[in-house]
């Protein structure tokens, strides 16, 4: 990986930007220990110990779920999972009516 010009930050070989657990703490208004008990409980995927973006947007859906609707981490992550696979299928669907 190389460098890029915040110390939050670096672009990977394939040229997507990733974070520092720090810095994804700071978005999310969490700590590095509520990010590393995701990575444990494998609600998220880091590459080494840096996140992609859609894993700090994922950090932050669960813990508004959490907030919200007082959903435990693993109930949140798969509201979240649901979600998007509904997501997915609505745009599969919507490709094969256009075709």
């Not at 994804?24 to 008990?37: G, P």
Request: proline fraction near 1%; glycine fraction near 6%.
């Amino acid at each position: 990986m190389s460098q890029f010009s915040l110390s939050s930050t670096v672009v990977s070989h394939e040229g997507d930007r990733l974070y520092t657990f720090e810095y994804a703490a700071s978005v999310t208004q969490t700590s590095t220990i509520v990010i590393e008990r995701f990575v444990q409980l494998g609600l998220i995927e880091p590459k080494g110990s840096m996140l992609h973006s859609r894993e700090i947007a994922r950090i932050a859906q669960i813990q508004r779920l959490r907030q919200d609707l007082g959903l435990n981490l693993v109930g949140a992550a798969m509201v979240v999972d649901m979600a998007q696979e509904i997501a997915q299928l609505r745009a599969q669907l919507k490709a094969l009516q256009s075709s």
